[in-house]
């Protein structure tokens, strides 16, 4: 979520929408002002005399955001920009508002969008739907279980990306393509390729590790337009020389583009690697920065 261009975008506008822009202005401030506290929709809405119903769907129309998921981004950039300046882990939580270092990991996951897999290792008992569908980059298959995307793939041969499928979920109790249950995850991914969103959130179903966790969550945080070397991302990790460690984490993640994995390069700007082919890693992060500007 990049709040500082959303913001810019707001300043920008006029016309016709003057006084809902104004108002959206007004609650941008609020939370900017009381950082260190976590303000409800009801108390901002009653500062501003609007309803907390009209609130939410102004703001989230215009900022793309909730009022709620501002103040977290807000809170999450205090909280980055403590450590940078050589805080405690512990000084940096309280002093960007969260209550303890357990909000921390929660906010963490509740933005990585990640429940604990619902399966064993292998896939065994999972029950896979799965498409495969035209995309810019190719051919694109979608996969998920009931609780969340579990697996993308990008290439040119159908056959060849079931294959990856389940050979990524051998033990799966069912694999069956499911146009109509995986659609509206399809469309997701497809706007994103498309240009239409910077990311696309969705909600995941993925094992990992605590460090891959991390990894990937520093992936989520990078805005669309922009990246990170490795070492940056170890660096922010607190792992120094773990660029390596990030690396192994980035080819891991079974769920590229939704944890954007692109945005990682080498430290002297090259692309390094990608599960799907640097062609398509080059083609993202063109479009991205296009975006951007």
């Not at 609650?27 to 009209?54: F, K, Q, Y």
């Not at 990585?112 to 298959?141: E, H, N, Q, W």
């Not at 979608?142 to 040119?156: D, Q, R």
């Not at 992936?219 to 990246?227: S, V």
């Amino acid at each position: 979520m990049d709040i500082e261009r959303a913001k810019q975008a707001v300043n920008a506008k006029g016309g016709a929408g003057t006084r809902q822009i104004a108002l959206v202005r007004d609650a941008c401030a609020m939370i900017d002002r009381n950082e260190g506290e976590r303000l409800t929709l009801a108390e901002i809405a009653e500062a501003l005399a609007v309803s907390p119903w009209h609130l939410q769907r102004l703001f989230k129309r215009i900022m793309g955001v909730s009022p709620r998921d501002y103040g977290d981004a807000r809170r999450g950039a205090a909280f980055r920009e403590q450590l940078k300046q050589g805080e405690s882990i512990a000084q940096a939580t309280y002093g960007a508002g969260y209550g303890s270092s357990s909000r921390i990991y929660e906010r963490a996951e509740r933005l990585l969008g990640m429940t604990p897999a619902s399966y064993a290792k292998g896939g065994k008992g999972a029950d896979i739907a799965y498409d495969v569908v035209d995309s810019p980059l190719g051919r694109l298959l979608v996969a998920a279980t009931a609780k969340g995307l579990c697996f993308l793939s990008l290439g040119s041969d159908d056959a060849a990306l079931v294959a990856q499928l389940e050979q990524e979920f051998p033990k799966a109790e069912r694999i069956t393509r499911d146009r109509h249950s995986i659609a509206q995850s399809v469309a997701v991914v497809i706007a994103f390729l498309e240009g239409e969103t910077p990311n696309a959130d969705l909600p995941l179903d993925v094992q990992a590790t605590a460090f891959q966790r991390r990894v990937w969550q520093e992936l989520i945080a990078i805005p669309c337009g922009e990246t990170r070397s490795y070492s940056e991302i170890a660096e922010s990790l607190g792992v120094s020389k773990g660029q390596r460690a990030v690396g192994r984490a980035c080819a891991t993640n079974p769920v590229s583009l939704v944890i954007p994995c692109h945005r990682a390069l080498r430290e002297n700007g090259e692309l390094g690697g990608y599960r799907w082919g640097l062609d398509r890693k080059a083609v993202l992060l063109t479009s991205e920065a296009e975006r951007a500007e």
